[in-house]
């Protein structure tokens, strides 16, 4: 029996926080499968490293340093993608996390961390929607995490990361429901403990039950099959530490 295409050979894909950590791991694992991946990052040289990387092993990717939380540097990375190509793939991993209590959170730390957490998925959606409608398909992994999910232990100081997180999850159904005339599915994903920064400055003294490169992997999966039947999920993964 002939072996089944991947979906993603040939397409664009564009994935944010592709300078570290699962953003990394999963756009040099789509490049893998044959997709050109524009990545974005605030981060230049690292995402440059991440270009390299994937060039090294005869990948294709484009580095489009980007603010997520800016609209106008959104529309630019979405205008150098459809320059390559249609975007058909989108991965929203950028994200950023500050470890506060409550009561010390700022208005400025709370809209920062909201402004890139969420708006900045927003944002990235919205960009990639038009143009996944226009050619009638596309496919969306937004990472959300355990800490947005409901009834799952939460960490002190993450009040913040924690809202902007459950927002992924109610904004990806939303983006689901709209989508699905136009053969647009999204799906999020919920990692636990994951070995990144990230985790290090969240808790400590946690241990990782996983690595960047078995959520990339997931989420290379999750592309590459018929989302639609899952379209709106939320994929929570629990770690085994």
């Not at 990235?124 to 996944?132: S, Y």
């Not at 959300?144 to 232990?153: I, P």
């Not at 946690?206 to 099959?225: H, N, T």
């Amino acid at each position: 029996m002939a072996e089944r295409a991947h979906w993603l050979a040939g397409r664009v894909a564009v994935v944010t926080g592709a300078s570290r950590g699962i953003g990394r791991a999963t756009a040099v694992a789509i490049a893998r499968e044959g997709a050109h991946v524009v990545v974005a990052a605030r981060g230049a040289a690292a995402l440059d490293a991440t270009v390299s990387s994937i060039r090294d092993t005869g990948g294709q990717a484009t580095a489009v340093p980007t603010d997520v939380g800016n609209a106008s540097a959104i529309d630019k990375l979405f205008s150098v993608a459809a320059g390559i190509g249609p975007p058909t793939a989108l991965v929203c991993a950028a994200a950023t996390l500050e470890r506060e209590p409550f009561d010390e959170i700022s208005l400025a730390s709370w809209e920062r961390t909201i402004r890139v957490n969420l708006t900045g998925v927003f944002n990235c959606c919205h960009a990639a929607f038009t143009m996944m409608r226009n050619v009638g398909e596309g496919r969306i992994v937004n990472i959300a995490s355990l800490s947005g999910v409901y009834a799952t232990d939460k960490f002190p100081g993450l009040a913040a990361y924690n809202a902007s997180k459950n927002g992924v999850i109610g904004l990806t159904e939303g983006i689901a429901v709209e989508g699905k005339p136009f053969g647009i599915s999204a799906i999020s994903l919920s990692p636990g403990a994951v070995d990144t920064d990230m985790l290090r400055r969240a808790n400590p003294s946690l241990r990782p039950g996983l690595v960047p490169d078995q959520v990339a992997a997931i989420i290379v999966a999750l592309l590459d099959s018929p989302l639609t039947v899952a379209s709106g999920a939320n994929v929570p993964l629990f770690s085994n530490a």
